[in-house]
DNA sequence: CTTGACCTTCCAGTTGCTGGAATCCCCATA
DNA sequence: TATGGGGATTCCAGCAACTGGAAGGTCAAG
């Protein structure tokens, strides 16, 4: 099958397979001919792996890793558990994190009037607050 | 002051500021006779709105929406309310987003042994699953 | 044979910086 | 006055992970 095939049945666009090869992340596909691309079965199955690795947050360097493990018969499943639990731990830190913005936007928001007067306590905050860990000066 | 003093007490790094001030989110600043920047109290706080802005995961396109409000002093505060609004629900959606892949990797992780046998759920299911969101099968 | 869908490569742009090279300015000390 | 060091300047490159578009080649149908 030619890549565009190859994309719909993995779920990843062709300009990104074209790239995920680029960048070495799959193996270059055979060519035909004409200088097709040509995909069976097997290598659909790994898009697949990897659209759905990294729709997990993985980066393309663990998909990667992801993607030997996987290959290799006789990984030790712990490696791979190390990996999605590491990659918990990352998605908690960026959870906590928005969620702090999130709260802090939302008690600002709490003090503004919100209707056509000027005063707006969130851009006074915006400006006031201190950045960060600044000293006295 | 020059940019390095800037940079310390806005919590913004100089070339950071450079960056801003490169694609117009910020003014130009004056220059000493030797042609370095000079910084008044009035910018720093301006680079202090923006870097806390940003802190709160608006993009620079929004805090440059967000100065033009601040210095808009005939803005309605409902309009400021209604981005700080918009944004919650884009962290709101982020977080949701997070929050799935986590809950994804989690069930992948119970039902791994995580020892040094190979079998390995996570990597089958990986492979396996259709690429959108996690029916059981 | 032509049309149009699909494929090819390559370059550029996205977002928000960050690092580094080469050069210049400023101030203080020997 | 030379010099040394710590700023500052510009510009170029690159990070992640694609995505868009141009210019052209291929293929199957009509």
Redesign the interface.
Known sequence: MNIGEAAER??VPAKTIRYYESIGLIAPAERSAGGYRVYDAREV?TL??V???R???FSIEQVGE?LA??RD??????D???M??A??AA??R??AE??G??D???H??TR?????????P??E???G????P?EE?
């Not at 018969?73 to 712990?78: E, G, M, P």
């Not at 503004?112 to 707006?120: L, T």
């Not at 607050?129 to 960060?132: D, I, L, N, S, Y």
Request: proline share 2%; glycine share 4%; net charge positive.
């Open positions: 993995s779920g199955e697949r792996f659209q759905r690795a729709s997990l947050g992801l493990l996987w018969r006789s990984r030790a499943s712990a791979v558990k190390a999605a639990s990659q918990v998605i908690d960026k959870i928005l969620q913005m999130r802090t936007l939302e600002l928001m503004c009037h919100g209707d056509a007067r000027p005063d707006c969130i851009l905050d915006l400006a607050a201190e950045a960060a600044a000066r």
